[in-house]
């Protein structure tokens, strides 16, 4: 594991070169403390930061051919490198035992099509001398981020935005136009970032930078075509043999190894799945809360005592959290060098500082819900779609969500309430699948958008149109000979699962120096999932469905029973009540006294005001909105902070 970070700029000689690359590298220090690399030469350079983990001894990245005429940094494991050497070493000398060594002989032999045939997580670069040409390469499910951006002739690239603004600061030009991107989601979505110039390589996709021009290209992409001809019986055999094969390739390492472990049914299945591949010890790490609604700490003991692992548990109290969330807030925007939304990342940071302190790489259950059908969101989307089959037209429209609403104004006490939830429940159900999309993952909707963000800058922004997603979610939505919940999965996958759970993973991890393994996201296992008809992932049981069926099904002979009827928990803090009492100080700093610190000119402040003040009298909970607000801030003092220090400077030329 590593940052990697490099510069094709013909022109520029060698010493500057090696000059730029070696702040693009002081940059992404966190994420490879235990070695350094680079390769510089006239026009181009290469460069690393290492977390040593496989041949720890003899490693060093760039690595290159016999000739040298092919050189290659990469951030990730490819934990098929075994097999791809035993192919490749009677035809090329191989000089260390590294993953990466593979990846040069293996382009040697298929050149850009080298990707296809590697296996694990990866944000690879690769410079070829003879034909003159940069190609940079990002596995299939984007666990690795690759970052880049074209300067004149010129193109940068790094593992990490911070890494490009190192190189040029002309790059720190924000984009607002991505505003209301943020605001809908918490989140923006591939290519897209808040800088004007800067792009993420999409996942799955190679890009090729030669003769100043640069290709991009897809070469692998998950396609949900369900496959009716198998039995129940079968999906569950063939799910287990794939999940036995994952964990068992993602336990290779010279270095202490543990699992994060929530308690729930991911999780423990990683846990379940190491320790019958004989992983010895099995540690394993949980955060413990002083709330009993958001603490799972239990439920993680039950697992780990069943496993008898070596079990690290860290208690985290509230005051504790809230107190240390000012200084927080601004190392976490840091490390993410744009604003985010997920407030999921606080807690994720604490577990992976807890684990980095006994292990350097962990494993970890991501992608188990969106692969498996496991959201309360996609019971509703099924329950929504049959019940517009049933009530059509203005009786499921209208009618019954009156007569529900009629019902709950005169019923008494609890049932009133049920009432009103079945009556949201039949309105929400009414509406056509991206309106009811949209409606349900909108933090700010687009009319408070419309109130909140300035009238110039909100101009910029495509509200929930075409451009305001990438392309491939708006084919996914109109595509109607599919199931509504095997395009809702499928969207999940290509922006909530990628640009917000993996991209919080792997900063709050790195930022640990700490490597994540995600076996669940193995393109193996994708790939099955998505063969997989929704029925057996979502079954239906008693009056409602059982998310994530097929997977409970393979983990009842290797869980605790308890775990297996656990309800799904999620990994966030109080807002709400934060701040409402103990961080108003907090809030008004950053968002309210003297402007506070959000970008000058884009919001409204009167707007910001009234949202602060409903949420601390009790009007409304706007706890999400005013985390998204305080991002922003954050990541606006950042950026006011570099101006201030770099702001006549350019160490790459035209910033055209």
Known sequence: MCGIAGIHAPGVEKAEIARRLSRMNRAIVHRGPDDEGQFAHDGVGIGMRRLSIIDVAGGQQPISNETGTVHVVNNGEIYNHRNLRRRLETRHQFRCHSDTEAIVHLYEEMGVDCFRDMRGMFGTAIWDSERQRLVLGRDRLGKKPLYYAQVGDQLLFGSEIKSLLAAEPALREPDYSRLAEYLQFGFLCEPNTFYR?????????????????????????????????????????????????????????????????????????????????????????????????????????????????????????????????????????????????????????????????????????????????????????????????????????????????????????????????????????????????????????????????????????????????????????????????????EIDIHSYMRDDILMKVDRMSMANSLEVRSP?????????????????????????????????????????????????????????????????????????????????????PSEVERVVKEHQSGQADHGRKIWLLLSLAAWNQIQDNHAESTEDESLVGSSE
């Open 197 to 489: 110039r800067i792009r993420k390589l999409p996942a799955g996709h190679f890009a090729v930078y030669e003769n100043g021009q640069l290709r991009m290209q897809s070469y692998w992409d998950l396609k949900f075509e369900p496959d009716h001809s198998r039995s129940w019986e079968e999906w569950a055999e063939e799910l287990d043999a794939t999940l036995i094969d994952s964990v068992k390739v993602r336990l290779e390492s010279e270095v202490p190894l543990g699992v994060f472990l929530s308690g729930g049914i991911d999780s423990s299945a990683i846990v379940a799945y190491a320790h019958a591949a004989g992983l010895d010890p099995l540690k394993t790490f949980t955060i413990a809360f002083d709330r009993p609604e958001w603490d799972e700490s239990a439920d993680a003991r039950r697992v780990a005592d069943h496993f008898n692992t070596q079990h690290h548990e860290l208690q985290l109290t509230e005051p504790e959290m809230r107190n240390g969330l000012h200084d927080m807030l601004v190392e976490l925007t840091h490390h993410f060098d744009e604003p985010f939304g997920d407030d999921s990342a606080l807690p994720t940071h604490f577990v992976s500082k807890l684990a980095r302190e006994h292990v350097t790489v962990i494993l970890s259950g991501d992608g188990g819900d969106e692969l498996f059908a496991g959201y309360s969101a996609y019971k509703g989307a099924l329950f929504a779609d049959r019940y517009r089959r049933w009530l059509p037209g203005p009786v499921g429209t209208s009618l019954a969500p009156s007569c529900a609403s009629l019902a709950a104004s005169v019923l008494p006490g609890k049932f009133r309430y049920k009432m009103q939830r079945i009556a949201k429940v039949f309105r929400d159900s009414s509406k056509p699948i991206l309106q009811a999309m949209l409606d349900k993952t909108s933090i700010w909707n687009r009319e408070e958008i419309r109130r909140l963000v300035q009238p110039e800058v909100v101009a910029g922004c495509d509200l929930m149109g075409e451009k305001y997603l990438p392309p491939r979610l708006w084919e996914i939505m109109g595509d109607s000979s599919r199931d509504v919940v095997s395009r809702l999965t």
């Open 520 to 604: 669940l996201l193995d393109h193996h296992v994708a790939e099955l999932a998505a063969k997989m008809p929704t029925d057996i992932k979502l079954r239906s049981s008693g009056l409602g469905w059982n998310g994530k069926a097929i997977l409970k099904e393979v983990l009842r002979r290797r869980l605790p029973r308890q775990t297996m009827r656990k309800k799904k928990q999620g990994f966030a803090v109080p807002l709400r009540d934060w701040f409402r009492d103990g961080l108003s100080d907090l809030v008004g700093d950053f968002l309210l006294y003297n402007g506070g610190r959000l970008p000058e000119g884009v919001m409204v």
